[in-house]
């Protein structure tokens, strides 16, 4: 019997992550000193910079992954382009910058996400299952987004349905609050809270790959099995683990 989610990312099987970010107004809005959009910046290029190290073999950047970049707010911008491999990224003069825009047209952004894959899936049988890593900090506005979330997890390839994750920076406590994120065990299905649209990300959210969550515990996390790849975006800490989580597919 073959496990889900075990295909290795290679230059002839790269692997796809769209990430799809939030830059609405509240985006501005400090956060431990400094604005969402900033820390979000620079979470982004550290996850960048983590998917060219683990692209990188000898002296030699293999694309090994395929990245694109929506922002949205109540349009969506595409960053990059269309879909673009790692080597042709990372030897660009820098990544795209983010600014906050007005509104928070979540359903649309993912709508866009769905054209991507709806494009991409038929020359990925041979690949990793798909990522879509969305950020947000708050409540949409126009559309329930979930009918549509659930459209793109019911997609798949041969290694496993295509994967959401969900980072939602908020300044609400989780669980007490979570102080060691080393120690933190992730969001379960049957955990509770009381931000009712935390409970909708959380529906939207994908099971953690046990692939992933072996690279995660190898970096000394101590994510539990069958926590939902939903980030609670307590802390820059937390937003900056959710999107090294979107980097953890299996490589050779």
């Not at 796809?16 to 501005?28: A, F, H, N, Q, R």
């Not at 983010?98 to 952004?109: H, I, N, S």
């Not at 054209?115 to 879509?132: F, G, R, S, T």
């Not at 009918?147 to 390839?157: F, G, S, Y």
Request: proline share 6%; hydrophobic share 40%; aromatic share 8%.
């Amino acid at each position: 019997m073959l496990v889900d989610y075990q295909i290795q990312a290679t230059a002839e099987t790269p692997a796809l992550i769209i990430y799809l970010l939030d830059i609405s107004g509240s985006m501005t809005l400090e956060f431990e000193g400094r604005r969402r959009m900033d820390i979000v910046n620079e979470a982004l290029k550290t996850a960048i910079r983590q998917i060219v190290y683990r692209s990188t073999k000898g002296s030699r950047l293999s694309p090994r992954y395929r990245i694109a970049i929506l922002a949205y707010s109540d349009e969506v911008y595409d960053l990059l382009n269309g879909v673009k491999p790692i080597d042709r990224i990372a030897n660009s003069s820098s990544l795209p910058e983010l600014y906050p825009k007005r509104f928070t047209d979540t359903a649309k952004a993912f709508r866009q996400a769905e054209k991507i894959l709806l494009a991409e899936l038929p020359n990925m049988q041979h690949c990793p299952a798909p990522l879509v890593c969305h950020m947000t900090d708050g409540v949409y506005t126009g559309e329930d987004p979930e009918p549509v979330v659930e459209r793109i997890k019911a997609m798949k390839v041969p290694d496993g349905h295509v994967l959401v994750e969900n980072i939602f920076i908020t300044d609400a406590a989780f669980g007490g609050g979570i102080r060691d994120i080393k120690a933190w065990g992730g969001v379960l299905p049957g955990s509770f809270s009381a931000d009712a649209y935390m409970e909708k990300l959380k529906r939207m959210s994908s099971i953690i790959p046990e692939s992933y969550r072996e690279m995660m515990i190898e970096s000394s996390y101590s994510i539990r099995q069958g926590a939902l790849m939903m980030l609670p975006g307590t802390s820059s800490d937390l937003i900056s683990l959710g999107f090294q989580m979107s980097t953890a597919t299996p490589i050779k």
